[in-house]
């Protein structure tokens, strides 16, 4: 089972990127999902998840309305938006499947391989 991420780079403050996230197995499609990111010497923290269906999204507090997770079970692919960046969202992403609870890095039981994401002021 492989989840890998892509659509990092480098934008400046204000910017968007979109990152996408390509599941090897269809079982996916009946899984919870979720992005996470880590900052140099930080911990991973929470950024959004989605339920299986699709139906309900959850977000941190520093990027509600800024950010926007779906996914497209068709294509075994999760997306993650990101509109108005700001610095403080340098970080490296990672995707993440599989979990009992949305907001707890350690339930969930596959991750990508992580993209960088850097925003200059």
């Known amino acids: 089972v492989q989840l890998v991420e892509s659509g990092g780079g480098l934008v400046q403050a204000g910017g968007s990127l979109r990152l996408s996230c390509a599941a090897s197995?269809?079982?996916?499609?009946?899984?919870?999902m979720g992005w996470f990111r880590q900052a140099p010497g930080k911990e991973r923290d929470f950024v959004a998840a989605?339920?299986?269906?699709?139906?309900?999204?959850y977000y941190a507090d520093s990027v509600k309305g800024r950010f926007a997770i779906s996914r497209d079970n068709a294509k075994n692919t999760l997306y993650l938006q990101m509109n108005s960046l700001k610095p403080e969202d340098t970080a490296v992403y990672y995707c993440?499947?599989?979990?009992?609870?949305?907001?707890?890095?350690?339930?969930?039981?596959?991750w990508g391989q992580g993209t960088q994401v850097t925003v200059s002021s």
């Open positions: 989605i339920a299986w269906s699709g139906k309900y999204t």
């Open positions: 993440a499947a599989s979990p009992p609870n949305y907001f707890n890095a350690g339930s969930y039981t596959y």
């Open positions: 197995e269809r079982t996916f499609s009946s899984d919870g």
